[in-house]
């Protein structure tokens, strides 16, 4: 080792124990000089360096900081949790408001044809089959017509509804009277149950409104709604209105005031049994 | 959570004050360097599950401190061509005597380049080896920046009077 490769070892690192450093140091006085000269200058900077103290409480200041930003986060995901809770029961009790608005839309559906059925209980009397021209005549009125036979009728007329007009049909049925209401613009998403202590029955929901079908209690009804629904070409929905508003005035319809009560229609236009 | 916490409190503790000193001899200024010291803490307490191995942990510290120094500071950093020009510091245990002076102002003119290897040695302890990883440089180019840095040191040391007797 020469003395300049002493040197530049030397002060990479002044206070490395190398036996190479060491035998040069021990044979060279002006390095073993320098040597000295460099330890003592290390020894001072690193005494300088150390002798300097870190501000009272810095590690203390550090614990607390990390504990609250720990907090923090710990709040800030209680937070998260709570409103995530929140969100949740809102999306709950809004989707229960909107099953409880269609619940009701649907109960309120049901009890008007019921109603209807109680206002109006003098037709489930009638006994005698009308034509068959007769109750097309009433389809026709709404632009509808029939497209294949639908049996035994006994009452056919246009009668208010809810909002807007629909056919009323009573037919003979093996526990009693059978009544079928054609409902255009009465939309469910899905067949609804009608019950009371007298009557059972069904709204079918279709395209342009909704058939329901009411018997006696034991009256079989099964695929009755679908049956009469298919067997009744109807026309794209809202024409029909337009056309029952249209012979609205006519001579064969007679205003009367009827007795609804609850949601149903104040107002009842009816159309009497032809003859 | 609890051996977590209990590990770092215990590295605080022990690393705290030496990482101080690292960060006032980059710095040269006590408040930045006590904010140095505790956002580098910070980050290694998001990043506590990674400080299971104390050693690792040490030098992972002292290159986040020189990261954020860099990154905060560094553009900051006052001229202190002129020892007149020196911030006054005053830190508990601090050596006011004018060889320390001289050797803060030599220390303080020193290239980031030459004075980092330096003080990693000196404050951190560190090998060659273990500096060079952590400046991303080979062993002997540490070697060599730490040998240009005592020298660069002693050229000033070694003149004080005439730096003294500058107008």
Redesign the interface.
């Known amino acids: 080792m020469n003395c300049l490769e002493f040197r ?2 030397l ?4 206070l490395a124990t190398d036996d190479q450093l060491h035998g040069h140091e021990g044979t060279c006085p002006t390095c073993a000089n320098f040597a000295r000269d ?1 330890r003592a ?2 020894i ?13 409480g ?2 203390d ?3 607390l ?3 609250f ?2 907090r923090s986060l710990l709040q800030r995901r209680g937070w998260y949790a709570v409103a995530a809770s929140m969100l949740v029961a809102i999306s709950i009790s809004m989707l229960s408001l909107w099953n409880t608005a269609i619940e009701r839309r649907d109960l309120a559906l049901t009890q008007s044809v019921l109603h209807h059925i109680d206002d109006e209980a003098h037709h489930l009397r009638e006994a005698h089959a009308i034509p068959a021209a007769r109750v097309d005549w009433v389809f026709r009125r709404f632009g509808a017509r029939l497209a294949e036979d639908i049996g035994r009728v006994n009452f056919a007329a246009e009668c208010l509804m809810r909002h807007k007009n629909g056919v009323h049909l009573v037919m003979p049925g093996k526990m009693g009277p059978i009544t079928v209401f054609f409902m255009p613009g009465e939309m469910t998403d899905k067949a609804l149950e009608i019950e009371s202590a007298r009557f059972h029955g069904k709204i079918v929901p279709t395209d342009w409104g909704s058939v329901a079908v009411i018997g006696e209690q034991g009256e079989p009804l099964q695929g009755l709604g679908q049956r009469l629904a298919a067997a009744v070409s109807w026309p794209a929905h809202g024409s029909a209105e337009s056309v029952a508003l249209r012979r609205g005035g006519g001579s064969d319809v007679d205003l009367a005031v009827g007795v609804g009560v609850g949601v149903f229609a104040g107002v009842g236009v009816a159309q009497q049994k032809n003859g | 959570m609890t051996k977590l ?1 209990s590990n ?2 215990t590295l ?2 022990a690393l ?2 030496e990482l ?2 690292f960060a ?2 980059l710095c040269h200024n ?1 408040d930045q360097a ?1 904010d140095l ?2 956002e580098t ?2 980050r290694g ?2 990043s506590r599950a990674d400080l299971r191995d104390a050693k690792a942990a040490r030098a992972w510290l002292y290159t986040i401190l020189r990261n954020e120094h860099a990154r905060l500071y560094e553009r900051q950093r006052p001229d202190v061509r002129d020892p007149h020009e020196l911030p006054e510091i005053a ?5 006011t005597s004018t ?2 002076f001289v ?2 102002r030599a220390l303080a003119r020193l290239d980031a380049d030459y004075r980092d290897p330096l ?1 990693l ?3 951190g302890g560190f090998s ?1 080896r273990e500096i060079g990883e952590m400046l991303d440089l080979k062993t002997n180019t540490v ?2 920046r ?2 240009r840095a ?2 660069a ?2 050229d000033q ?1 070694s003149e004080p009077a005439q730096q003294e007797a500058r107008p």
């Open positions: 530049r070892r002060l990479a690192d002044p460099a200058q290390e001072q900077l690193r005494n300088m360096l150390k002798q300097t103290k870190p501000p009272p810095l590690a200041r550090i614990q900081a990390a504990r930003e720990q | 916490r770092f409190d605080v503790n705290s004050p101080f000193r006032l001899g006590p006590e010291v505790q803490f910070m307490w998001r830190v508990r245990g601090y050596d060889e320390a050797t803060r003080l040695q000196v404050i060659c070697l060599t730490l040998f005592r020298k040191l002693r040391l």
